[in-house]
């Protein structure tokens, strides 16, 4: 009993000092300068998304969700409305507009002068188009992701198999177009060959 009774003693110690040392945690885990750059990407994302003429909602309803750091629209962040259908919170569209939307912050939040942070400079969609997204949205698209002089953006798309949609979209956009032969790219064989 004896052992017990030292062995707890011990423990209260530890678990007194344990206490002391969580006390001196802060409460917010974010610096000042974290809560500028969550800021910085909020105001990015709400831009692009007028931009790409989001309109499910009215812009500064859309946010960045302190907690998450993901899009959010009221207490439902982007994630969660995957999980939903996702035409009961807004158009198959403009949810893909919060996606370009906060992707897009996402790198232009890091690479500003101020921030610094580590994106590798690379962004990729594929066929951004979909979901009848009107030509207007897609030119605002090609024509932001071209205007990031230090972004390297890949687009792989059909616009609509339309050369007409194709030259509408990246009118006055610079780019560098790699046409593909075929709609379909086959396996490649051991040999090299499809």
Same mark, same amino acid.
């Given at each position: 009993m004896s052992t017990?009774? *030292?062995?707890a003693e011990a423990l209260t110690d530890k678990l007194a000092v344990a206490e002391d040392e969580r006390a001196k945690f802060p409460s917010d885990l974010y610096s000042k300068r974290d809560r500028v750059k969550?800021? !910085?990407?909020? &105001?990015n994302f709400r831009a692009n998304a007028s %931009?790409?003429?989001?309109?499910s909602a009215e812009i500064p @309803? /859309?946010? !960045?969700?302190? +907690?998450?750091l993901l899009p959010a629209l009221g207490d439902i962040t982007l994630r969660e409305v995957l999980k939903r259908n996702v035409k009961s919170e807004s158009s198959a569209s403009d949810f893909v507009r919060l996606i370009w939307a906060f992707l897009l912050a996402v790198y232009q939040t890091s690479s500003s002068?101020?921030? %610094? =942070?580590?994106?590798? =400079? /690379? #962004?990729?969609?594929? *066929?951004?188009?979909?979901?009848s997204m009107?030509?207007?949205?897609?030119? %605002?698209l090609v024509n932001l992701m071209? +205007?990031? &002089?230090?972004?390297?953006? !890949?687009? %792989?798309a059909s616009f609509d198999e339309s050369v007409a949609v194709f030259h509408? /979209?990246? @009118? =006055?956009?610079?780019?560098?177009? !790699? @046409? #593909?032969? *075929?709609?379909?790219? =086959?396996?490649m064989q051991h040999d090299g060959t499809m």
């Open positions: 017990f009774l *030292e062995r969550i800021s !910085i990407l909020e &105001k %931009a790409f003429n989001y309109s @309803e /859309v946010q !960045i969700n302190a +907690g998450t002068r101020d921030f %610094a =942070g580590n994106h590798p =400079g /690379v #962004l990729m969609f594929d *066929e951004p188009g979909q979901h009107s030509e207007t949205s897609q030119k %605002a071209s +205007g990031l &002089k230090q972004l390297q953006s !890949i687009l %792989a509408r /979209v990246t @009118e =006055g956009s610079p780019f560098h177009l !790699i @046409e #593909l032969p *075929e709609k379909f790219i =086959g396996p």
